[in-house]
C-alpha cells in the first residue's frame, strides 16, 4: 500500500479516519449490562432475588457460579435451569437534542447440574453467560458516530469439584472455557470539498474464546454462621472478526468493503467475600462484597490484515486508552422461610462504576447503581420453582469530553446527561433427582 496514493484520494474525505473508528469495534464492550462495566450477575433465582449476596449460603446449584464450595451441601443430584429478561430504557439529553435507546428485550439463560459423588465430594457442571447485552440508539441520534449498534455475548462452560475437608469447612475449584461474540455498528460521516454527503455505515462482527479458572471457600465457625469466598480468573478472548462497509458513493470505492482483523480482551477477575447470619430463624441475612479488576480494561489494541490510511499515513495496528479502575460492588440480602419448601427473598446492592470521566462514552454509558430485589422460591415434591426481579436504577451521568480514535476526535460527541434505568425479571427450575 502506498501512502502517497492515499494523501491524494483522503485529505478532504474526514470519514476516512471513521474507518478507525469502525474497527475499534473489535473491543467495544454493550451498554446495557448488570453489573458494573459489563459484567452479568445475575446466574440464579435465588440469588438474584436477595440481592446476588449469596456466596455464603451457595446452597442451590448456582452455587457453581456464586461460590462452588457449597456444592457439598446438596444431598442429592439436582439440575438447575433459569431464564432472564432485561429490559432498559437509556436518555440522553444534551445540546438542546434527546435521544432514547429502543426498547428491546434481551435475555440470557444458565442450566447447572450437580452431583454428590460420595459424602466429601460433589462435582458440577455450569453454562451461563457472564459478561454481555447490548443497546441501539437511533441512526440518526447525536451520538450517531460513536454508536448505534451494540451486541456482546458470552458462553461459558465450568465444571468444577468441591471437597468437605472438614465437617464445617469446603474448598472447590473450577475451570472455565469461554466462546464470545460481538457485533457493533456506528455511522461514518462523508464529507469531500465541503460537500456533505449522506452517512455511511460501518459494521462489525467478531468471534473468539479463551479459558480461566474459578476457586471457593465455605467455612461454618459456628452452627448458623457461614462465612464464604469466591475467586473468579480473568479470561483473555481473541476476536477475529470482519469489518464491512458501506459508503456512498463517490466513497464508495476509495477503501475495502471488507477488512479482517484480530484483538484481545481482557475479561477482569473478581473476589466476593460474604457472611451469612441464620441464628434468628426463620430469618438467614448476608452481606457481600465484591472486587472486580476492570484496570484489565485499560486500552483497546486492534491488528488489521490490511493497513489503512490515518491522516495521510498508513497503518495497521490502532490503540486507543480506556484506562478503567478496579470497582467494588456491596450486597445486602435476607431471605424469610414462610414454611417448609417457601421462602421469600429481598435485597440491596450499590455497584460502583469502573468508568472514568475521560473516557466515558455512550457505548458504555456506565454509572453507580442502586439496585432493588424481590423474589422467592417453592419447594413441591422433586421440583423447585424460583422467580427474581431486580429494578436497577443507575445514577445521572454527564459527559463532558472527547472520544478519540488514535488521536482523532469523532465529529460529534453526545456530550449531556446520560439517564438509565433497568427492570430484569428471572425464572427457574430445579430437579432433584
Not at 459456628?222 to 480473568?234: C, I, M
Not at 449531556?416 to 432433584?432: F, P, V
Request: proline share 8%; with cysteine; glycine share 10%.
Amino acid at each position: 500500500m502506498n501512502p502517497k496514493s492515499h494523501r491524494k484520494n483522503f485529505p478532504a474525505f474526514s470519514a476516512g479516519l471513521v474507518l478507525l473508528v469502525a474497527v475499534i469495534f473489535l473491543l467495544c464492550a454493550p451498554p446495557a449490562a448488570r453489573g458494573a462495566g459489563f459484567a452479568l450477575v445475575n446466574q440464579g433465582t435465588a440469588a438474584m432475588a436477595q440481592g446476588n449476596a449469596f456466596v455464603a449460603e451457595a446452597d442451590d446449584p448456582s452455587a457453581i457460579y456464586y461460590n462452588p464450595a457449597g456444592l457439598n451441601q446438596m444431598q442429592r443430584p439436582v439440575f438447575y435451569t433459569s431464564g432472564f429478561l432485561y429490559y432498559p430504557d437509556r436518555e440522553f439529553h444534551g445540546g438542546g437534542l434527546s435521544a432514547e435507546t429502543g426498547h428491546q428485550l434481551s435475555q440470557t439463560m444458565s442450566a447447572y447440574f450437580v452431583f454428590p459423588v460420595i459424602p466429601r465430594l460433589a462435582v458440577g457442571i455450569s453454562y451461563f453467560s457472564p459478561f454481555g447485552l447490548g443497546s441501539k440508539w437511533p441512526s440518526t441520534w447525536p451520538g450517531r458516530y460513536l454508536s448505534t449498534y451494540s451486541s456482546l455475548k458470552t458462553y461459558t462452560l465450568n465444571p468444577v469439584a468441591s471437597v468437605k475437608l472438614l465437617d464445617n469447612l469446603s474448598l472447590a475449584a473450577g475451570f472455565d472455557v469461554m466462546w464470545s461474540s460481538v457485533e457493533i455498528n456506528r455511522n461514518t460521516p462523508n464529507v469531500m470539498r465541503g460537500h456533505q454527503f449522506p452517512d455511511g455505515e460501518a459494521s462489525l462482527c467478531g468471534n473468539g474464546h479463551g479459558w480461566g479458572y474459578n476457586l471457593g471457600v465455605l467455612y461454618e465457625p459456628v452452627a448458623g454462621v457461614k462465612l464464604g469466598a469466591s475467586y473468579r480468573s480473568e479470561i483473555t478472548v481473541k476476536y477475529f472478526g470482519t469489518l464491512e462497509l458501506s459508503l456512498p458513493p463517490p466513497f464508495s470505492g476509495l477503501v475495502p468493503a471488507h477488512i479482517g482483523g484480530s484483538a484481545p480482551l481482557t475479561f477482569p477477575p473478581s473476589v466476593t467475600w460474604g457472611i451469612a447470619y441464620g441464628c434468628l430463624k426463620p430469618f438467614t441475612f448476608e452481606f457481600d462484597t465484591t472486587w472486580t479488576g476492570w484496570s484489565t480494561y485499560d486500552q483497546l489494541q486492534v491488528k488489521l490484515d490490511t493497513p489503512i490510511p490515518v491522516n495521510g499515513v498508513s497503518t495497521s495496528v490502532i490503540t486507543t486508552p480506556k484506562n478503567w479502575h478496579d470497582a467494588w460492588a456491596f450486597r445486602f440480602g435476607v431471605n424469610y422461610e414462610i414454611k417448609e419448601g417457601l421462602k421469600l427473598r429481598a435485597g440491596y446492592i450499590y455497584d460502583l462504576t469502573p468508568v472514568p470521566d475521560d473516557t466515558f462514552d455512550p457505548q458504555v454509558p456506565d454509572a453507580n447503581r442502586h439496585i432493588f430485589t424481590v423474589g422467592g422460591d417453592l419447594t413441591y415434591k422433586s421440583f423447585t420453582l424460583g422467580i427474581a426481579y431486580n429494578y436497577i436504577l443507575q445514577e445521572s451521568r454527564n459527559k463532558s469530553n472527547a472520544i478519540l480514535f488514535n488521536g482523532v476526535p469523532a465529529p460529534l460527541q453526545a456530550n449531556g446527561r446520560y439517564n438509565t434505568d433497568i427492570q430484569a425479571l428471572a425464572m427457574s427450575l430445579a430437579y432433584h433427582f
